[in-house]
């Protein structure tokens, strides 16, 4: 274990032997560091906040410190960071906001300088949050999503997997997976190189594209829409994409230019 003598680490923390802490790191509370992880200069953890295996976290970056939420009350919560991330300089992950309930940062996220993860936030596998990117509490972001810079999201927003949001949004409605947004965050297109390199084959591709003009630019009620959607999707990937629209959501969904939301 190599650890900087200016840093300080709390007795009830459990740092794996083969992880680095840099100077001025500050661990406090039951904190929990993986193997092989390294903390960066001035990198602060607290609270009941557990990071994986290979982790890189950057100087001054702040995980785990409590919600912002005027509700919480001193509650125990937790922060959990998946293994292999990269959290750049300055980011801020605050742990959950409901008693027993975590923020969740899954494996290999990457998120860059001055990104915000507000609390309760359920972040999947391989997310990209880019430069200045803000997630409000509760949001869910899908696998291999990505939030360009100085995005804002609303909380209890859902971003589906392989989206890629467009740099300097506003995020207010759900958006769809596998779709590209324009800055208000309407589904403008596909992302076809992220499904090309997700390994996602010609024919899902063909299959989600007609899933994506039936449910998101025919303009037909969601209910119909979903219902043919429903026969048509055939591939794994099809079934993913409808299977978003059918869950609940909180602040409806992003469709098109024509019919934003239902």
């Known amino acids: 274990m190599v650890i900087h003598a200016t840093a300080f680490v709390d007795s009830q923390a459990e740092v794996d032997p083969s992880a680095e802490l840099g100077p001025h790191v500050v661990i406090e509370g039951p904190v ?3 193997a092989g992880s390294r903390l960066g200069p001035s990198v602060v953890v607290l609270g009941h906040t557990e990071i994986g295996a290979g982790c890189i976290v950057h100087s001054h970056a702040v995980i785990g410190d409590v919600p912002q939420d005027f509700k919480f009350k001193g509650e125990i919560t937790y922060c959990r960071v998946g293994n292999g991330c990269v ?3 300055g980011v801020t992950i605050h742990r959950a906001s409901v008693a027993g309930a975590s923020t969740i940062v899954g494996d290999r996220c ?3 300088t001055n990104s915000h993860v507000g609390h309760d936030c359920v972040l999947d596998q391989e997310v990209t949050m880019v430069s200045g990117a803000l997630l409000g509490g509760h949001v869910q972001v899908g696998r291999k999503a990505i939030i ?3 995005t804002g999201v609303h909380q209890f927003v859902r971003i589906g997997e392989l989206a890629m949001i467009s740099g300097v949004a506003k995020i207010c409605q759900d958006i769809p997976p596998f779709t590209i947004t324009d800055q208000v965050g309407t589904a403008v297109g596909l992302n076809t ?3 090309i390199r997700d390994g996602i084959s010609s024919v899902e591709r063909d299959e989600i ?3 994506f ?3 998101c630019r025919s303009g037909m009620p969601m209910a119909d829409a979903l219902e043919r959607a429903n026969s048509l999707a055939v591939t794994d990937a099809g079934k993913r994409f409808v299977s978003f629209f059918a869950l609940d959501s909180h602040r409806g969904i992003r469709r098109s230019r024509k019919n934003r939301s239902e």
């Open 32 to 34: 929990r560091i993986g």
């Open 87 to 89: 959290i750049r300089e």
């Open 110 to 112: 990457y998120l860059m």
């Open 148 to 150: 360009s810079g100085n």
């Open 193 to 195: 190189v992220g499904l």
């Open 209 to 211: 594209k007609t899933l």
């Open 213 to 215: 003009k039936l449910v």
